[in-house]
């Protein structure tokens, strides 16, 4: 007796028949042999062997549709990723086109939040002073940038980017100085202050610069500057410039 004759009666008949017709390259010569004997053993009828071959079928066309999914999915991400990260020629002016897109999405989501704050400044408007307009002013350059940057104008470059630099590094710098009010004040008003206003918690504050300064980052790259005729060199000294003024800025204020 095989001593593969035990293990395969317990096998169910379709589990025999797939071993027999669909598995037999996974299956050692002896098994095989024993599975077939079994098999033939049981008599199983021409109608329970067309339920197994459409068991089977239904099975296969199951897997290739997962397969399909899996496919389509991965074409997808690929797709994606060719936007954000540009590889051939032709996808540059797409990533672009969806960088505008987004930067479009995300004013029009800060304009919303703060719609009651910019109203109110233009009833105010005989008050004004450097502060208002200092406050309005990335609201009314940020739609203009992002025109430029759609159409490939260098203004468009100079407007995003120096917008983007100096939001990335307010970020951490309005952070960095919750952090240290928070930490140098107990009680009173700084409890007071952060019921009201929570601080940010490092990870968003973290996130945010990345997203930020992501943007900067991609549009410094060398194929992306030459859509813009700008100079990697000028590109850099301009992040640089714009850098210094933000921090000439926030520490002016600590």
Same mark, same amino acid.
Request: aromatic share 16%.
């Given at each position: 007796m095989s001593e593969f004759n035990t293990v395969i009666s317990e096998r169910s008949d379709f589990e025999l028949y797939e071993i027999i017709y669909y598995k037999e390259g996974s299956y050692k010569p002896e098994a095989l042999d024993a599975a077939k004997k079994e098999f033939n053993t049981r008599a199983i009828s021409a109608d329970t062997i067309a339920q197994f071959e459409q068991r089977i079928q239904k099975t296969n066309e199951l897997k290739l549709e997962k397969e399909k999914e899996k496919t389509e999915l991965k074409n997808k991400a690929i797709s994606y990723g060719k936007f954000l990260i540009p590889t051939e020629k032709d996808t540059l002016p797409k990533t672009i086109l969806s960088l505008c897109i987004f930067l479009s999405v995300s004013y029009l989501y800060y304009l919303f939040n703060n719609i009651r704050s910019i109203l109110h400044f233009f009833i105010d408007i005989a008050?004004?002073?450097?502060?208002?307009?200092?406050? @309005? &002013?990335?609201?009314? @350059?940020?739609?203009?940038?992002?025109?430029? @940057?759609?159409?490939? /104008? /260098?203004?468009?470059?100079? &407007?995003?980017?120096?917008?983007?630099?100096?939001?990335?590094?307010?970020t951490i710098y309005s952070g960095i100085i919750s952090y240290k009010y928070s930490m140098g004040n107990t009680g009173g008003l700084s409890t007071i202050l952060d019921t009201l206003i929570p601080r940010p918690t490092i990870l968003s504050i973290v996130l945010r610069f990345v997203v930020l300064f992501g943007i900067v980052y991609f549009l410094n790259q060398p194929k992306t500057l030459k859509v813009f005729n700008i100079k990697r060199s000028t590109g850099i000294i301009f992040v640089a410039v714009i850098f210094i003024i933000t921090s000439i800025l926030w520490w002016s204020l600590d």
């Amino acid at each position: 007796m095989s001593e593969f004759n035990t293990v395969i009666s317990e096998r169910s008949d379709f589990e025999l028949y797939e071993i027999i017709y669909y598995k037999e390259g996974s299956y050692k010569p002896e098994a095989l042999d024993a599975a077939k004997k079994e098999f033939n053993t049981r008599a199983i009828s021409a109608d329970t062997i067309a339920q197994f071959e459409q068991r089977i079928q239904k099975t296969n066309e199951l897997k290739l549709e997962k397969e399909k999914e899996k496919t389509e999915l991965k074409n997808k991400a690929i797709s994606y990723g060719k936007f954000l990260i540009p590889t051939e020629k032709d996808t540059l002016p797409k990533t672009i086109l969806s960088l505008c897109i987004f930067l479009s999405v995300s004013y029009l989501y800060y304009l919303f939040n703060n719609i009651r704050s910019i109203l109110h400044f233009f009833i105010d408007i005989a008050n004004w002073d450097l502060g208002h307009i200092e406050y @309005l &002013l990335p609201y009314i @350059l940020f739609p203009i940038g992002i025109y430029g @940057l759609w159409k490939s /104008k /260098k203004y468009g470059w100079y &407007l995003i980017v120096g917008l983007q630099t100096h939001f990335a590094f307010s970020t951490i710098y309005s952070g960095i100085i919750s952090y240290k009010y928070s930490m140098g004040n107990t009680g009173g008003l700084s409890t007071i202050l952060d019921t009201l206003i929570p601080r940010p918690t490092i990870l968003s504050i973290v996130l945010r610069f990345v997203v930020l300064f992501g943007i900067v980052y991609f549009l410094n790259q060398p194929k992306t500057l030459k859509v813009f005729n700008i100079k990697r060199s000028t590109g850099i000294i301009f992040v640089a410039v714009i850098f210094i003024i933000t921090s000439i800025l926030w520490w002016s204020l600590d």
